[in-house]
């Protein structure tokens, strides 16, 4: 790609904050640091790490991501507070370790939020930005702010309520379009309108920040960026708030295939990207559409013959892009069930896979050797998926020995299973069901006394072919446990 007069566009991962916070989307601390790595690897800007105050766990998360990953030459580490001192103060502590850290307040600027949510007046809610971007700003150089629903915000107060913050020291702000309202020309404008008038904002960052609601949070971001936005928020594979943010892997390459037209580029290796969506998806246990768009497993699939025809003469006639520029071929592992530990090893190294220790490395090396013998290709998914599995540090109460069951037509479902339990004494039960898998679920739960009800089983093969390795994905609710998918476990 020819750079000659483009700039340079931030991009701002939230997958971990706004992303997490989405229903069905909650991720342990190893997955959450697991996820951290990998945007290292991907060469985000800024990881945004989560919300400090939100628990002491999203605390110790955010924390040790500003250790592990938040390097000298590493991502900025940002975290999330609101308008209050509280919040900022542990934004701070949680990502003192990080060498390059910021702290994100926001403070919603439309009326309807004013007025129904935070009861204050416009003069009161300007007095809050200017009090908390000044003392955010004097604990850290680096402070963002976010005028929350800025989308429904009066322009003219918006103008107003972005210039507090930039006088009081903001030196990014973030141009929320928190419930996906706008137009991508309202989007563009609005970007346009705070850059010509906010006086001290060419010192500052612009930022974008769009919610799909009704699917133009990408085109909002882009048009965000025509118009002199310089850093984007976005999450893998769009997960996020209702129906998500814009999605990193879309802006990534929007960006990088019509780099002259947007006037920017990235720095993103996005190569990584197809691997990014691959480890997000499986943590939260929401697979990819077939049909996403850059990486979703038909992105780059020509069904039509006169599609196949064109790619076969010349790739250019039906591709705009190629799968290898996003990860997803050319993966295939030349590793077989000869290869040695030192093979192994060399591979899982030069995927920037570490592992924490000795005991680690020969569990997966172990599992590696029994996926041989059963699988004639092994490639780098597969290896994901095994690693991802190992790292899935579940605190095992019981354990399940043995399962049986029959099923067919004219059958009734049912399943036998048998479970060791904390105490070491084995645990005999069984019980009908809707089907086999709900006959074992109800065994079990005869045997563990939680009452809870599944909500949802899904099988997903990671990789093609009879012998495939498959990704499964279990969610129950606790009964008696409010808020919905809230209490869902994957
Ligand atoms: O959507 C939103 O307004 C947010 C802010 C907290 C930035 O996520
Ligand atoms: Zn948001």
Redesign the pocket.
């Known amino acids: 790609m020819d750079t000659s007069g483009v700039d340079h566009v931030r991009i701002f991962d939230t997958t971990l904050r706004?992303g997490e916070q989405a229903p069905g989307c909650t991720m342990t601390l190893e997955e959450k640091l697991e996820v951290a790595r990998q945007l290292a690897r991907l060469k985000v800007d800024i990881i945004e790490a989560g919300f400090p105050a939100a628990s002491p766990g999203d605390w110790a998360a955010v924390h040790e991501i500003a250790r592990e990953v938040g390097t000298p030459d590493g991502p900025v580490i940002a975290a999330l507070a609101r308008a209050n001192s509280g919040d900022i103060d542990k934004a701070w502590t949680a990502i003192q370790p990080a060498a390059k850290k910021r702290i994100h307040t926001f403070m919603s600027t439309s009326d309807i939020h004013l007025e129904h949510q935070f009861r204050k007046t416009r003069e009161q809610a300007l007095v809050l930005i200017r009090d908390m971007v000044t003392y955010a700003r004097s604990l850290c150089e680096d402070v963002e702010f976010s005028p929350m629903d800025a989308g429904r915000t009066d322009p003219a107060y918006l103008r107003e309520a972005v210039a507090v913050a930039v006088a009081a020291g903001a030196t990014t702000l973030n141009i929320?379009d928190?419930v996906g309202y706008l137009t991508p020309d309202e989007y563009g404008a609005m970007i346009r309108d705070l850059y010509e008038n906010v006086p001290g904002i060419e010192n500052c960052i612009l930022s974008t920040?769009c919610?799909d609601d009704l699917g133009v949070a990408v085109a909002n971001s882009l048009a965000g960026v025509r118009n002199g936005a310089r850093q984007v928020e976005c999450t893998i594979n769009g997960i996020?708030?209702r129906a998500g943010?814009a999605s990193l892997e879309e802006v990534v390459m929007a960006i990088h295939t019509r780099g002259q037209f947007y006037g920017a580029q990235t720095q993103i290796e996005t190569q990584e990207l197809a691997r990014s969506s691959r480890l997000v998806s499986s943590f939260i246990g929401v697979p990819v559409p077939p049909n996403k768009a850059i990486v979703g497993a038909n992105a780059f699939a020509h069904e039509s013959g006169i599609h196949q025809d064109g790619v076969l003469k010349h790739r250019q006639t039906y591709e705009i892009m190629s799968a290898e520029t996003v990860g997803l071929d050319g993966n295939e592992l030349v590793l077989g069930k000869h290869s040695g530990r030192h093979a192994f090893r060399n591979k899982l190294h030069a995927m920037g896979i570490e592992l924490e220790n000795e005991e680690e490395f020969q569990h997966i090396f172990t599992r590696f050797k029994e996926l041989c013998d059963r699988k004639k290709r092994v490639d780098d998914r597969d290896i994901e998926a095994l690693v991802a599995g190992e790292r899935q540090h579940t605190h095992e109460l019981y354990k399940l020995e043995h399962v049986q069951y029959t099923s067919g037509s004219g059958l009734i479902p049912t399943a036998t299973i048998r479970l060791i339990d904390p105490d070491g004494r084995v645990r005999t039960d069984s019980s009908q069901g809707t089907g086999p898998v709900d006959a074992i679920y109800q065994a079990i739960n005869r045997v563990v006394q939680r009452p809870n009800e599944l909500i949802e089983f899904a099988i997903n093969a990671i990789t093609e072919g009879l012998d495939a390795v498959a990704e499964v994905t279990v969610r129950i609710r606790e009964q008696g446990v409010p808020g919905g998918n809230g209490g869902a476990r994957t």
């Open positions: 706004d929320p928190t920040h919610h996020g708030e943010n």
